[in-house]
């Protein structure tokens, strides 16, 4: 939800001092950075989670775990200094970049970004993963919402300057980095008995860790190339100016999807106690009642929107970006698709099917590129179907087939794994109709349709999980 809302902020005030040209090539060249950072944040997931594990039982082994991980740090940096090295000599960044900026002025903007993390982001990045057993987690998000307001000001501040992207580059590398010296002697205060942080361990325990941490870093690029990657594919197929607009539009999507995140995030410890104790009828209690709550609000909000969206997003970018019907609608469907797998996903991840969690991952990650490039000269249109597509083949068919054999008994109440796709459908209908300016009758038939559907099904839920809508709605009331 923070980041989501970041963006809403951010972007209106980017784009209103940036042209679609430089704002599209700092997308491509962050999305770039992001994605070659897997290697550092996998390591340092690894590094945290083994310290959580050890502290409690064995503080010196912890202590040996952090200390090895500094020493090895550097090797991140390092593989991804070379991985920027290798795309500039082989003159590959024209791949990801569609820009006008030469491709020196691409690897050093990169280079100061990495130098970044090579000399102190890293290190800083690596302790913050050691505050939760000691009950300081609440301070990571406080770091985090910090540096977001740094980064908040340094963006502003550059475009309002009309600084170049290089510039722009050299004041992050400054900035943030005094930020993270600030940090670690925090950190350095607050737990004294861990400090020096690199005095326990060897060079040899840390290489191991490192290479042990390369699933978290496949994972972790996996989760990334779906948000970050694909901007990358984007912008040589359509271009680097196209970006800000998709940045944007996304952007108003998943902050209105976040009520699904916001229900789901405590349904997940119920999720694993219900089939531990194999009461799988109250599992799909819970499924319909998460389905049901968010289908309703997000399925009618969106259905209303056609009378308000072009109009909010115009003054949202100051008229600086041009309303596009087909993606903002394309990415509602493709939203909706994967907020109704969303539980399942979580839900069979809670219970450690690791297996069925990559293949997932890997699996949205394969199909979204094969459709884009396959259906790049369509344009828009080919990108929002493969959106569509992607998340109708993970989450309405492999995920509740994954679903189906992870129970050892019969599923009852199927009816309600085909609602909410139904739903979604008749959603992606009530858009092509708004598009081709059908009729009012037909506009009004089909919202009739969505809303006695979502009535039914609110109807075939058991009171139990009704008494929790109900709840749950006087407290978004209150909240309001």
Request: charged share 10%; glycine share 6%; with cysteine.
């Amino acid at each position: 939800m923070g980041f989501t809302l970041y963006s809403l902020l951010l972007i209106p005030l980017l784009i209103r001092y940036w042209d679609t040209a430089t704002y599209g090539s700092w997308i491509a060249i962050y999305a770039l950075y992001n994605l070659i950072q897997v290697i550092e944040f996998g390591h340092n997931t690894y590094v945290g989670n083994a310290f959580n594990s050890l502290v409690n039982t064995d503080k010196l082994a912890a202590k040996r775990i952090l200390g090895s991980a500094f020493k090895v740090n550097v090797l991140a940096g390092v593989l991804q200094m070379l991985v920027i090295w290798v795309i500039y000599s082989i003159g590959a960044f024209g791949f990801f970049i569609k820009t006008d900026l030469p491709d020196k002025d691409i690897a050093t903007i990169l280079t100061l970004l990495f130098l970044y993390r090579i000399l102190i982001g890293a290190y800083r990045g690596l302790l913050i993963k050691i505050l939760n057993p000691f009950g300081y987690i609440y301070k990571s998000y406080q770091f985090s919402l910090v540096e977001r307001l740094i980064e908040f000001i340094v963006l502003t501040s550059a475009a309002f300057s009309g600084i170049s992207l290089i510039d722009l580059a050299w004041i992050w590398f400054i900035v943030k980095s005094l930020y993270s010296i600030g940090i670690m002697i925090y950190i350095k205060k607050l737990l004294p008995e861990y400090f020096p942080w690199w005095s326990y361990g060897n060079l040899s325990l840390g290489l191991k860790n490192f290479v042990k941490s390369s699933a978290y870093m496949v994972s972790t690029f996996l989760n990334r190339f779906v948000s970050d990657g694909v901007l990358l594919i984007i912008s040589p197929l359509l271009g680097t100016e196209f970006l800000p607009v998709f940045v944007a539009t996304r952007s108003i999507v998943n902050f209105s999807v976040k009520v699904g995140d916001v229900i789901l995030s405590p349904l997940g410890p119920e999720l694993i106690n219900h089939y531990a104790n194999k009461f799988y009828d109250k599992l799909m209690r819970i499924f319909s009642y998460y389905w049901s709550f968010t289908g309703t609000l997000l399925v009618l909000g969106f259905a209303l929107s056609i009378f308000f969206i072009e109009p909010i997003f115009e003054i949202w970018t100051g008229g600086k970006l041009k309303f596009r019907p087909i993606l903002f609608f394309g990415l509602v469907v493709a939203a909706l698709l994967r907020n109704y797998g969303a539980i399942l996903y979580t839900f069979l991840m809670g219970i450690n099917k690791a297996r069925v969690v990559v293949i997932t991952t890997l699996l949205r990650a394969l199909i979204l590129v094969l459709g884009i490039f396959l259906l790049y000269p369509y344009g828009v249109k080919g990108l929002v179907i493969s959106f569509i597509a992607t998340e109708f083949i993970t989450s309405i068919l492999w995920l509740p087939i994954c679903y189906v054999k992870s129970m050892d008994q019969p599923v009852n109440n199927a009816s309600f794994f085909w609602v909410n796709p139904l739903v979604a459908a008749l959603l992606g209908f009530f858009f092509y109709l708004d598009q081709i300016n059908a009729s009012w009758f037909w506009l009004v038939l089909v919202l009739l349709s969505l809303i006695v559907l979502l009535f039914w099904q609110f109807k075939r839920i058991e009171k139990t999980a009704k008494t929790r809508l109900s709840s749950l709605l006087q407290r978004i009331q209150k909240l309001s």
